[in-house]
């Protein structure tokens, strides 16, 4: 399993093409750049740019990191993934999520997190932080 954390938002081709590329480091790289594609009929326009990006393969936990309130996690893999977060350092689950694709969960809390990942079969995934996009006020449940 290999991982690789990269700063700000990621350009690259798409998964049949990094599929092909020849050694893993090289293969990786071209997964590290892949964007996460927003879900079917899902409006991207307001979403602020990630803080952060993870790709890798297989399951691990990340190393801890620092995040304001109000951010979200988002995901795309090729096959389904399993993602929990967690405070540090006590270990409290504050979000979680489970899908094939992509998807994303809210976390309304600031602090230290650690991030718990099941890439579920042989496919790699992408994991990015960013703050939440705001909310349209027919999205709100008052």
């Not at 350009?11 to 879900?39: E, F």
């Not at 691990?60 to 967690?86: C, H, N, Y």
């Not at 998807?103 to 990015?128: A, K, S």
Request: charged fraction near 20%.
């Amino acid at each position: 399993m290999v991982a690789i954390l990269v700063a700000g938002p990621a350009l690259g081709a798409d998964l049949a093409s990094c599929r092909a590329v020849k050694g893993a480091t090289a293969r990786l790289n071209c997964y590290d750049g892949l964007p996460i594609p927003p879900a079917v009929g899902e409006d991207t326009s307001n979403d602020p740019a990630p803080f952060w990006t993870l790709t890798g393969q297989g399951m691990m936990t990340t190393r801890p990191f620092k995040a304001e309130p109000g951010w979200e996690l988002q995901w795309g893999a090729d096959g389904s993934l399993g993602v929990i977060v967690r405070t540090v350092p006590d270990g409290e689950r504050v979000a979680h999520g489970m899908s094939s694709g992509t998807g994303r969960t809210y976390v309304g809390t600031g602090g230290t997190f650690t991030i718990e990942i099941d890439g579920l079969g042989d496919g790699p995934w992408t994991l990015r932080g960013s703050r939440a996009a705001a909310m349209n006020r027919a999205d709100r449940f008052d």
